[in-house]
């Protein structure tokens, strides 16, 4: 578990295909590697990564075909940037949400425009997602624990302030940019536990209005 705040800028150093999937290594810049053992989980980029060899500034992990076809990893190449946090502790302060570091779809920038001294990002989700997506809600982007200030169908805004974008990648953002979305926890918990008995049967889709009309959550 993570909390999505980021702790380093870290890099790509290498990418190297490996009997199907590919390996990485990430030189982790600043972020304190001395408690950090084999097997220990880091986010990249929001993606929960296991390190299997510890060099000394940074690590390597394998990431496997499905993290490669469900995140944005793919757009990765050496040298690019990527935000870093080591997994949660129970001492750790919990100074953003809950988050798994299991990426649930790709988003994309479609806009960012000045907002005083702060950056506003319009942010299109994959349809699937949008029902996941409050307004004034928790959603983690690229590994980053981010207040979402409005939503239009699958669109959201963030309005990020100057100490995030210079501690984050989100700095680098332009319209185009292909970005890792991990929801709240608690939205895909509440949607299962709401299923009910039908959680249990094959293909159970989620929440639909007929659903909910059934159950009578939703009135004429």
């Given at each position: 578990?993570?909390?999505?705040?980021?702790?380093?800028?870290?890099?790509?150093?290498?990418?190297?295909?490996?009997?199907?999937?590919?390996?990485?290594?990430?030189?982790?810049?600043?972020?304190?590697?001395?408690?950090?053992?084999?097997?220990?989980?880091?986010?990249?980029?929001?993606?929960?990564?296991?390190?299997?060899?510890?060099?000394?500034?940074?690590?390597?992990?394998?990431?496997?075909?499905?993290?490669?076809?469900?995140?944005?990893?793919?757009?990765?190449?050496?040298?690019?940037?990527?935000?870093?946090?080591?997994?949660?502790?129970?001492?750790?302060?919990?100074?953003?949400?809950?988050?798994?570091?299991?990426?649930?779809?790709?988003?994309?920038?479609?806009?960012?425009?000045?907002?005083?001294?702060?950056?506003?990002?319009t942010i299109r989700a994959p349809r699937e997602l949008a029902k996941y997506i409050a307004h004034k809600g928790s959603i983690t982007v690229d590994g980053t624990s981010l207040t979402v200030n409005s939503v239009n169908g699958a669109e959201f805004e963030l309005t990020i302030v100057p100490h995030t974008l210079a501690q984050t990648i989100m700095v680098d953002y332009r319209p185009g940019r292909q970005v890792n979305l991990e929801v709240d926890l608690l939205a895909r918990y509440l949607e299962r536990l709401l299923l009910g008995d039908k959680a249990a049967e094959p293909n159970a889709s989620g929440l639909t209005e007929s659903f909910l009309a059934e159950h009578g959550y939703l009135k004429n």
């Open positions: 578990m993570f909390t999505g705040i980021i702790e380093s800028i870290g890099s790509i150093r290498a990418l190297t295909p490996k009997g199907g999937d590919v390996r990485v290594y990430v030189a982790t810049g600043k972020l304190d590697l001395g408690d950090v053992k084999l097997g220990d989980s880091i986010a990249v980029n929001g993606v929960c990564l296991t390190a299997v060899e510890l060099p000394g500034d940074g690590f390597w992990a394998d990431v496997s075909r499905e993290t490669l076809a469900r995140t944005a990893f793919i757009d990765l190449k050496p040298g690019s940037p990527v935000n870093l946090e080591k997994a949660l502790t129970p001492s750790s302060r919990l100074g953003g949400h809950l988050v798994s570091g299991h990426v649930d779809g790709i988003g994309e920038v479609i806009a960012r425009a000045d907002n005083a001294r702060a950056v506003q990002f």
